[in-house]
């Protein structure tokens, strides 16, 4: 008999406090700017692989400068793409949040965004696939949430390369090994209360070497 137990660890601080941080106008740059061409094509090449029944990304299409796009964030001096805010809209459950899910496969295109530094995935639909493991190269990334997008598999032992990542979240996987965890010194608040760490035996241990987190969630089960 599997008994749960959830280990939850708060330090009180508000998430929305990491939020706050990553801004859509980063600064108050030349309104003239645009997105860069490589970048719009990446974004339209990772929108073809997407399931997006409810139109969602109606607005990724044509010439239009992909920073007005829906869920674009652009630095406004530069014109690099720095954010993906894809959350589906809905977190009830209900009807609309069914309607609304993202799903099919994540382009490589988006490799294409060497600026970006927030990736929002979370609540939707990606059908058991395995998180891409070049999700480890975005070495910018500052802010990552895949809670509830229906990834499955391993966590990739690659996000150990996000550097600069402050915010990490997921959900639907296992881990039977957390040494890539240790190397993210920058991280302050880590939510993996989704995924299956029965097999992670060095769980305590990395987490007690993560020097700047502050908050904590984990849900592990036990024999």
């Known amino acids: 008999m599997i008994m749960e137990k959830s280990f939850e660890v708060v330090v009180f601080l508000l998430s929305f406090l990491f939020i706050a941080t990553?801004?859509?106008?980063?600064?108050?740059?030349?309104?003239k700017v645009v997105c860069i061409e490589r970048?719009?094509?990446?974004?339209?090449?990772?929108?073809?692989?997407?399931?997006?029944?409810?139109?969602?990304?109606?607005?990724?299409?044509g010439d239009e400068d992909c920073c007005t796009w829906t869920g674009v964030g652009c630095n406004n001096i530069t014109g690099h793409v720095?954010?993906?805010?894809?959350?589906?809209?809905?977190?009830?459950?209900?009807?609309?949040?069914?309607?609304?899910?993202l799903g099919g496969h994540i382009n490589p295109s988006l490799l294409e965004l060497k600026h970006l530094n927030y990736l929002d995935l979370s609540l939707n639909d990606f059908g058991g696939?395995?998180?891409?493991?070049?999700?480890?190269?975005f070495r910018g990334l500052r802010y990552l949430n895949l809670t509830g997008a229906q990834f499955g598999g391993r966590v990739p032992h690659q996000l150990g390369n996000l550097s600069s990542l402050r915010y990490l979240s997921l959900t639907g996987d296992?881990?039977?090994?957390?040494?890539?965890?240790?190397?993210?010194?920058?991280?302050e608040y880590l939510?993996?209360?989704?995924?299956?760490?029965?097999?992670?035996?060095d769980w305590l241990q990395v987490v007690n070497m993560l020097p700047s987190l502050s908050e904590l969630h984990l849900y592990l089960l036990s024999t």
């Open 22 to 31: 990553f801004n859509f106008s980063l600064c108050s740059g030349d309104p």
């Open 39 to 61: 970048e719009r094509q990446a974004l339209l090449s990772f929108k073809k692989g997407l399931n997006d029944s409810s139109n969602r990304l109606s607005s990724w299409a």
């Open 82 to 101: 720095v954010e993906l805010h894809l959350s589906n809209p809905y977190s009830d459950y209900g009807a609309s949040y069914e309607r609304s899910k």
């Open 129 to 137: 696939i395995p998180i891409p493991d070049f999700l480890g190269s």
């Open 174 to 187: 296992y881990a039977d090994d957390l040494g890539w965890l240790s190397r993210l010194s920058s991280l």
């Open 191 to 201: 939510d993996m209360r989704g995924v299956d760490l029965h097999k992670a035996i």
